[in-house]
């Protein structure tokens, strides 16, 4: 049987890389990296990570850890999926951006923007389902609202 914490950065990267809908999904999921748990273990580990079920488009469920290794830099792919998945808007005024998502979704976008590293964006304050986004003077509002549209897969105001 696999060490807690290894057992809990598994279930974090399952989590980032499947739609997690459930408890039996993720054991099953485990189980197939090779990790036996039991269903009352996974919801143990999912509590002690703070993970949280969030909608996403098309109304499912699943679960999300928005401040996982908080310190680690989120690879562009990973940022792309993320915002793929739960932007639905994006708009500038001034050195701000407004970053919409369906509710309960806002963390989990601006925690993956926080992590990217993201040249030109000086960090995220997130809502329900919005989130503030200021840019460096020297990129601006307007720059950085069209390249999170790009890494969204969305059109928009320019």
Known sequence: MAAKTQRQQKIA???????V???P?????LRK?????????VSRDLEDLGA?????????????????????????DQLRRVM????????????????????????VVASALD??????LLGTVAGDDTIFCVAEESLG????????RELAGIGGRK
Not at 115 to 120: E, Q
């Open 141 to 148: 509002g307007k720059k950085l609202a069209a390249i999170l």
């Open 115 to 120: 992590r990217s590293g993201m040249k030109g």
């Open 21 to 23: 809908v459930n408890q």
């Open 33 to 41: 990296a090779g990790i036996v748990a039991t269903q009352a273990t």
């Open 84 to 107: 793929g998945e739960w932007v639905a808007e994006v708009h500038a005024s001034g050195s701000m951006v407004v970053v919409r998502t369906p509710p309960g979704c806002a963390h």
């Open 52 to 76: 949280v079920k969030v909608r996403v488009p098309g109304g499912d469920s699943v679960y999300a850890i928005p401040d996982f290794a908080p310190a680690r830099v989120a690879p562009e």
């Open 13 to 19: 990267e399952l989590i980032g890389k499947h739609s």
């Open 25 to 29: 999904q993720l054991v099953e999921l």
